[in-house]
């Protein structure tokens, strides 16, 4: 019987095609790991928001994804050698009148929300790494000289 590594690592260009083909890596991955379904499908997210963001942010022109099988828990490595910038997003116009020109709760809909500060309840981008620290029990973002590690540890039960 061949032992399955505990280790999988790929490279890809840094494109919009990055996503899906390292999310279909991931997922195989935890699949010969015999992972539970539930578990590839966090990690699936998980790699797809931190490879967007690479995508999205970076300027990098490769996007290395690591998965390390460990001892009740998957870590996942996005690694890129760009320069991070802020995407600037557009939030929607202000309704002054009409039927959305207030939020539920009566306030306007750029004030706060549900805890969710000026506008950024409403804008269509800005949340995938809010996403995977809600999916990870650590994470953490490693800038250097030569580029941006971002590590997510994902619970396994």
Do not use: Q
């Not at 999988?8 to 699949?31: I, Y």
């Amino acid at each position: 019987m061949t032992a399955v590594p505990e280790e999988a690592v790929t490279t890809w260009p840094a494109t919009a095609a990055a996503a899906p083909a390292l999310r279909r890596f991931a997922t195989a991955s935890a699949r010969a790991w015999h992972l539970e379904a539930a578990a590839c499908e966090v990690l699936a997210l998980v790699v797809t928001e931190l490879v967007t963001n690479v995508i999205l942010h970076s300027g990098s022109p490769r996007v290395t994804l690591r998965l390390r099988l460990l001892p009740g828990l998957l870590r996942v490595e996005v690694h890129d050698t760009g320069r991070w910038h802020r995407r600037v997003t557009r939030r929607p116009a202000r309704h002054t009148t009409g039927p959305h020109s207030a939020a539920p709760n009566g306030t306007a809909p750029d004030d706060a929300v549900d805890g969710v500060l000026d506008g950024v309840a409403y804008a269509e981008s800005g949340r995938g790494l809010a996403l995977v620290r809600a999916c990870a029990s650590y994470t953490t973002v490693r800038p250097s000289r030569k580029g941006t590690t971002v590590l997510a540890e994902l619970a396994l039960a």
